[in-house]
């Protein structure tokens, strides 16, 4: 690969390397985005510029010549290089200021947010944006920088992951809801009103107890937000699961059955490995772990 390659074909580069990568013209065309036919024009000119042979073609997809070999090579220590360097723009500077995206579910807001605003009383020049949803977010495009993450352990490969304790439930009913009703007791549960998940297969491990020992016609209601299952129970229409530590904190409820072990779901703090030891990044992770033990959740 001696020719001088002018910066106007750097988009035949990578794509020839994304083929000496994956293999396959359409699994390069897949990881760039464009049709398989531009894949194949793009490699066919950087050959002909080249006047060498990249790769062997066979029935199975592309296999790279000692060229190919060479360019894979090359690729690889410029992606790499990109990557330090937009990981070196996006975490500059030792001051944390400007913007730090977190996103958790809505049910674990209650250690979060506490959390968040101590961070943001020790560094006045942060904006958060705080996301709460079912789905999970995208760190590797960007769409947070830290993810606090409950259930299995993530396996993404570009992250980092780390135990940050127990997501702990508990069964709750409000003051109301006792007086009309009567204290439960576990022998009596059955008999009593719940509050449950519009997914009536929900994998939370607090909802499969419920499906298991509650019969379905007792689960007077069921809302897909966790926020109205919440204000269901605090309006006395029924029992329902909710977090300890903001139940716990609500004079107006009673706690039926304290959290056990069957009901917690561990959670996790993930991070992208490019981001991973900014400062601002760091700094988010350390009161959010500080939080956790505070909150017995370690």
């Not at 390069?28 to 793009?42: F, N, P, S, Y």
Request: proline share 6%; glycine share 8%.
């Amino acid at each position: 690969m001696g020719a001088q390659m002018p910066l106007e074909n750097w988009d035949e580069i990578r794509t020839a390397y994304q083929v000496a990568r994956v293999g396959t013209v359409s699994g390069a065309a897949e990881v760039l985005g464009v049709h398989h036919a531009t894949v194949i024009r793009h490699v066919d000119a950087l050959e002909a510029r080249l006047g060498a042979k990249l790769f062997q073609r066979h029935p199975r997809g592309y296999t790279p010549t000692e060229a190919g070999q060479q360019l894979l090579s090359v690729g690889k220590a410029t992606e790499d290089q990109f990557a330090q360097l937009a990981a070196r723009i996006a975490g500059a500077g030792e001051e944390i200021t400007g913007e730090l995206i977190v996103t958790s579910l809505p049910t674990v807001s209650g250690f979060v947010l506490p959390a968040l605003s101590a961070l943001m009383a020790e560094h006045p020049g942060l904006r958060i944006r705080y996301l709460t949803d079912q789905r999970v977010f995208r760190l590797e495009y960007g769409e947070a920088h830290v993810a606090i993450r409950a259930g299995s352990r993530p396996t993404e490969p570009d992250n980092v992951v780390q135990a940050l304790g127990a997501h702990l439930v508990g069964l709750y009913a409000s003051d109301e809801y006792i007086e009309r009703n009567g204290m439960p007791t576990e022998e009596t549960l059955a008999n009593h009103r719940f509050i449950g998940a519009e997914e009536r297969d929900s994998r939370a491990p607090f909802f499969v107890w419920m499906a298991q020992h509650i019969p379905p016609e007792q689960v007077v209601l069921r809302a897909n937000d966790p926020e109205g299952q919440r204000a269901a129970v605090r309006n006395g229409v029924g029992l329902g699961f909710l977090p300890a530590i903001e139940a716990r904190a609500a004079s107006h409820l009673v706690e039926v059955m304290g959290p056990r072990p069957e009901w917690e779901s561990p959670l996790w703090l993930v991070t992208h490995v490019d981001l991973h030891r900014t400062p601002k990044v760091q700094a988010a992770l350390k009161v959010l772990k500080e939080m956790a033990t505070r909150c017995d959740m370690l």
